[in-house]
């Protein structure tokens, strides 16, 4: 950010109203670390918690090359067409010498960038855990803020992202290839637990009879796992996005999936569980730059850190002792 960043004022009405460039604009002021930027932010945040909470949440992930982005353009130009705005959060692995976003979403998506009733936004993953950037959530609010019926986030589909990923949405679409390892022992069952509905990509030319077989093995699968939600099933699609099969069929059970979630009431449980989980990820977040903040504990810190790396203290123990530092106490609670 620079010193010209927006104030809340100038983009509260702008947002409401649709524009995508203050859209953009806002979610740049939420992703900013610097403390004037934040601050904007949460009070933007503040006066906008009112109109969010209407949009269906989807969480989309799968092993790299399961055409992620490939089906999701063709999800978001086929929901676009029956009148609904679509928001694609893709948060893409982080250069390691930038720390930027390295896959670029925009490109990979074209034909959906283009079109006036989607809005994509590629976010580096940075160092956030899961496969999901730290300001997704807030990001998600902006977007309904701003009008949007379905935000979609895609992440990278490593790691803990789909626990995380789950955490944030109404639904996680798990996306797997036929005949390239995303099979029943390349899908790891923690995966498979989290998914409300199983999308088999790629269904097409020689991949065509392979994504049968897989649609037949996972249904079986699925029907030895407990479901999700109970007396809710996990539903199986195959799809291709190249010549648009199943991709109807995937918009209808996402759908009526969600229906039958706010129908049995375990959509607000479930979205007040979820900020739950935020508030204390914050609590953890905010301690955290707390201690690297303060020059005083930076110091000790980096003794501990060393200590810990070397084998002579345990982490446990060591933290214990940073926090009470931070604190203003000794190892025998009397201050120091």
Request: glycine residues 10%; positive net charge.
């Amino acid at each position: 950010m620079t010193g010209s960043a927006p104030e809340p004022d100038s983009l509260l009405g702008a947002i409401r109203g649709r524009d995508r460039k203050a859209l953009a604009r806002a979610i740049t002021l939420v992703e900013s670390t610097r403390a004037k930027d934040r601050e904007r932010a949460e009070a933007l945040l503040t006066r906008l918690l009112p109109f969010t909470g209407h949009a269906l949440r989807i969480g989309i992930s799968g092993a790299p090359g399961a055409g992620k982005s490939t089906f999701i353009e063709a999800f978001g130009e086929h929901v676009a067409g029956h009148g609904k705005r679509i928001t694609v959060l893709a948060v893409d692995p982080s250069s390691r010498r930038s720390g930027g976003s390295i896959l670029g979403d925009k490109t990979r998506m074209a034909a959906l960038a283009r079109n006036p009733a989607a809005f994509i936004r590629p976010t580096a993953a940075g160092t956030t855990a899961g496969g999901v950037a730290r300001r997704t959530r807030e990001t998600m609010l902006l977007a309904e803020a701003g009008g949007f019926d379905i935000v979609v986030v895609e992440t990278v589909g490593v790691g803990q992202a789909e626990t995380t990923v789950a955490e944030m949405v109404d639904l996680f679409l798990l996306l797997v290839s036929p005949g390239s390892g995303d099979d029943l022992q390349g899908i790891k069952r923690g995966a498979m637990e989290l998914a409300d509905l199983v999308v088999i990509t790629k269904a097409d030319g020689d991949l065509a009879q392979a994504a049968i077989r897989s649609l037949a093995d996972y249904r079986a699968a699925l029907s030895l796992m407990r479901p999700k939600h109970p007396g809710i099933a996990v539903e199986i699609r195959k799809t291709s996005a190249m010549t648009g099969e199943g991709i109807a069929e995937v918009w209808t059970a996402v759908q009526e999936i969600w229906v039958c979630l706010k129908g049995k009431g375990v959509l607000a449980r479930l979205r007040r569980e979820q900020a739950r989980a935020w508030f204390w990820s914050e609590v953890r977040a905010v301690l955290a730059d707390m201690l690297e903040a303060d020059g005083a504990v930076g110091a000790q810190a980096a003794k501990l850190e060393a200590a810990v790396m070397a084998g002579k203290a345990l982490p446990d123990v060591s933290a214990r002792s940073l926090i009470r530092l931070f604190r203003g106490v000794d190892a025998k609670g009397a201050p120091p």
